[in-house]
């Protein structure tokens, strides 16, 4: 993993068409049932997710003072909105095969808005946005370096390699309210890592297993998709091992966000995006970065 004090401008992109309107295969990552399944799952949680994150975040705008912080805070919350939209777009799709995803998004904001808003200190649920923005900045770093989407469709690598782009853009942002307005000592900073480290992979699985019984699959061939799909995901050289490091920096007490981690298409998806305007031609593009 390469390390680096790069730091980028955070840009909202706004009303992209990724032809999720079209006529996209179900397993539309290598004709995988699990790991198509793992980002559907994943994006079932991100519109009311996103929400979460932004209220958290907006609970110390009054208190920051910083003008380049308050501006990013602004920016954070455009790219936000937007992710929440898009993948609310792409759920719809997901929805339309049979999954309950109303249920899914229902039982979601019971947990993040009737439990944890309402229980917990609103520095713990700052701290746990900052672990999420930490999680979600390095499986975008790791994910590419996976090249997970090099045989994904078109359409779907284009939304998802932009909501990376993004999330790596406003990766320090959480993560600076939470440390300079906030105030959130180290113990409540890792145990919020900890608490999300746990959470979210868990509920991730549940909705995976829901999603492939409704892709008909009974519990005997779920079961072995199941544990291949794990094998995959944590097997020496899957696709957590090589973002360990990255993940453990967290728990170094001088860590920022910005000292690890690096998109490697991060120059080629901005150059063609801004030249063409296209998400999926800039999305094609970034994967042939060598890696």
Sequence with gaps: MMNTTTEHPIVPR??????????IP???LDNDPFKSRFFDAMSTFFPEGERFFISCV???????TDPKLLAEV?????????????????????KAQGVDVDLIEKLTVFVLFKVLRRVMPKKATLALT???????????????????????????????????????EHKAVAFDV????????????????ILATIGFPIGTFLVI????????????????????????????????????GH???????GFHPWQTGQMLGYDVWLETFNRTGDPIAAGNASIRVER
């Excluded at 907006?58 to 920051?64: A, E, L, N, P, V």
């Excluded at 519990?219 to 799909?229: D, V």
């Design 58 to 64: 907006r609970d110390f705008r009054d208190q920051i």
């Design 74 to 94: 602004r920016d954070f919350t455009r790219q936000e909105g937007q992710h929440g939209i898009v993948h609310r777009q792409f759920n719809d799709r997901v």
């Design 26 to 28: 179900r397993f539309w």
């Design 178 to 193: 939470m440390q300079k307005v906030a105030k959130v000592g180290y113990v409540r900073r890792v145990f919020a890592l």
């Design 209 to 244: 297993n829901r999603m492939l019984k409704a892709d008909g699959f009974g519990i005997f061939k779920r079961t072995g998709l199941m544990a291949k799909g794990l094998w995959w995901l944590y097997k020496p050289g899957g696709l957590y091992m090589p973002i360990l």
């Design 247 to 253: 993940f453990l920096a967290y728990f170094k007490p």
């Design 14 to 23: 706004e009303k992209l068409d990724f032809g999720l309107d079209g006529d």
């Design 130 to 168: 900052a672990a999420f923005e930490h999680m979600t900045a390095l499986m975008a770093h790791g994910f590419e370096a996976a090249k997970v989407m090099d045989k994904a469709d078109p359409r779907i690598r284009a939304m998802y390699t932009w909501h990376a782009i993004e999330e790596v």
